[in-house]
């Protein structure tokens, strides 16, 4: 939200800002492909385990709505937020259970996501 009003104001992006801008998409693009070396490497780079898409996905919530394990497990790890929803009101478990992928929702229970 702040890097979004500083574009708005027409100044440039301090560095850093632009660089944790780019590892947080490079994190969200990296759960989307279903890669985990890549999704370990932004998060070693300092991408934020919550970065989220325009409507509010997070890493987790897509790794949950794909099935893939390996990755939710790497976010949970993190610290990423299990209770989050996104624009349309999905948490991690709802996107899980809807799925039909019961060992992500058993983990995401058994981590503390609310049931």
């Given at each position: 939200?702040?890097c979004?009003?500083?574009?708005?104001?027409?100044?440039?992006?301090?560095?850093?800002a632009?660089?944790?801008?780019?590892?947080?998409?490079?994190?969200?693009?990296?759960?989307?492909?279903?890669?985990?070396?890549?999704?370990?490497?932004?998060?070693?780079?300092?991408?934020?385990?919550?970065?989220?898409?325009?409507?509010?996905?997070?890493?987790?919530?897509?790794?949950?709505?794909?099935?893939?394990?390996?990755?939710a497990?790497?976010?949970?790890?993190?610290?990423a937020?299990?209770k989050?929803?996104?624009?349309?009101g999905v948490?991690?478990?709802?996107?899980?259970?809807?799925?039909?992928?019961?060992g992500?929702?058993?983990?995401?229970l058994?981590?503390?996501?609310?049931?």
């Open positions: 939200m702040a979004a009003l500083w574009a708005a104001s027409g100044a440039a992006l301090p560095a850093a632009e660089e944790a801008g780019e590892v947080n998409r490079t994190l969200l693009a990296a759960a989307k492909d279903s890669d985990r070396a890549s999704v370990i490497a932004a998060l070693d780079r300092g991408a934020a385990v919550d970065a989220m898409t325009r409507i509010g996905d997070t890493a987790l919530l897509t790794a949950c709505k794909k099935g893939d394990a390996e990755i497990r790497t976010m949970i790890d993190h610290g937020n299990l989050h929803a996104n624009a349309s948490t991690p478990l709802m996107a899980a259970a809807y799925g039909g992928h019961d992500i929702a058993a983990l995401l058994a981590r503390g996501a609310d049931p």
